[in-house]
């Protein structure tokens, strides 16, 4: 995909999935701006290396974006608390809901605004909650997703600013997600609980293209797409697969309880069609890195638990 010369502002851009999809719109040949708490200032150098204009700022306070430009071809709200959350519900709620007020307010002029949502807003099911489902969160996190979701659409509204809702379901790559959690489990000789017993779960590269191109989707009032791979994994099959790479036995426990944190991704589909990387493809490049140790448990998704977020 070619985004040549479009101006694309990403907020919290050195998230999870921030510090990849940042340099993945550098490389497609957008310009590039951040707005992030940049911790690290070795990352916000490294990304001014990349030709990122950056600006450090922290979204929990009011006025964060104050002397941050306020138009862009696109932008993408990615930034959000989950764990933890409930330990400081007033941190979760400045972050995750009235940071999303700020940005729709600041960037109302932007051709179009995304905002990274999560799948956490349904209720579990058997076969997968469309669209169409209402959202009912089952956690504090949950509540705050919803929250941010209600700030878009009030906004999207208020300002005729087109906006896209994106519920994004487990993705992964060899450094997080829910196959991830797994492979470490199955390495590290650990239990898995089988009482969440099937996810949704898409390869991080197919993931982020499908980002991209839901911004084609942006419309007035915000519309919601669910970004995930169509179809749903059982977790057992997932660690059986994963075991005869790593040449370990999985262990289990637990008993299913029939219903999991699902999507029903037909709509994402039938807009982008079949993502392109198998969970075959994925679950070996996967099992390869994580005997190799190349990285440190980062981001568990914490897939096996609906509420304590």
Known sequence: ????????????????????????LVSLGAKVSTVALFRDKKEQRAYEALGVKTYHRDL???????????????VFHLAGLKFGSED??????????????QVMEHFATSGAIAYASSGNVYPDTA?????????????????????????????????????????????????????ADIARQIR???????????ANVIWLDDLMDQMIRAMDQADVPAKIINLTHPEIASVRT???????????KPRFKGRPKGISLLADASLAKK???????????????????VMKREHPLDHPTKWEHRKGF
């Not at 995909?1 to 999809?21: D, E």
């Open 271 to 289: 807009l982008f069609g079949q993502p392109r990387t198998t969970l075959d493809e994925g679950l070996r490049l996967l099992a390869e890195s």
């Open 127 to 179: 076969a997968g909650a469309s669209e169409k489902v209402l959202p009912i969160p089952q956690s504090f996190y949950a509540l705050t997703r919803v929250g941010a979701e209600l700030m878009m659409d009030w906004y999207s509204r208020r300002n005729s600013t087109p906006s896209v809702i994106q519920r994004i379901f487990y993705g992964y790559n060899t450094e997080f997600g829910v196959p």
């Open 188 to 198: 590290d000789g650990e239990t898995i609980d089988l009482t969440t017993s099937k």
């Open 88 to 101: 400081n519900p007033d941190l979760t709620l400045r972050v995750n809901v009235y940071s999303t007020a």
């Open 1 to 24: 995909m070619n985004l040549k010369n479009k101006r694309i502002m990403v907020v919290g851009g050195t998230g999870k999935i921030g510090k990849h999809f940042t340099p993945l």
């Open 60 to 74: 929990s306070q009011l006025g964060a974006l104050q002397g941050v430009p306020k138009k862009f071809d696109w």
């Open 238 to 248: 997932i660690a059986e697969k994963l075991g005869r790479l790593m040449g370990k």
